[in-house]
């Protein structure tokens, strides 16, 4: 059974860090990319990073670019998010999900690309 769990989520000032993690196991990843969305109640989920297994590539979204990096540990099967000079627009649910990797960087950017999600984890940045 595919799981992905994230971790690392809290309340933290404006200005300051957080690094999400996301554990997967339940299956071999090596094909896969991992994304990160995020999503605020009434919004739809917003893209914010992915990684490729293989190779690790990665794809930021322009809405975090410079503040926010992805990383990946293959040995541990982990996706980390490290998030810089938060903004209290950055409050959200953060979402780890696993999409084929043969997808292209575009097609990435979209929910619907993702096979597997994690449950999510709150991020509170106050002002």
């Known amino acids: 059974q595919v799981q992905l769990v994230e971790s690392g989520g809290g309340l933290v000032q404006a200005g300051g860090s957080l690094r999400l993690s996301c554990a997967a196991s339940?299956?071999?990843?090596?094909?896969?990319?991992m994304g990160w969305f995020r999503q605020t109640p009434g919004k739809e989920r917003e893209f914010v990073a992915a990684?490729?297994?293989?190779?690790?590539?990665?794809i930021i979204a322009d809405s975090v670019k410079g503040r926010f990096t992805i990383s990946s540990d293959n040995a541990k099967n982990a996706v980390y998010l490290q998030m810089n000079s938060l903004k209290p627009e950055d409050t959200a649910v953060y979402y780890c999900a696993a999409a084929p990797s043969f997808f292209g960087s575009r097609r990435l950017g979209y929910e619907e690309a993702y096979e597997y999600w994690g449950q999510g984890t709150q991020v509170t940045v106050s002002s």
């Open positions: 990684i490729r297994w293989s190779g690790g590539s990665t």
């Open positions: 339940g299956r071999t990843f090596s094909n896969y990319a």
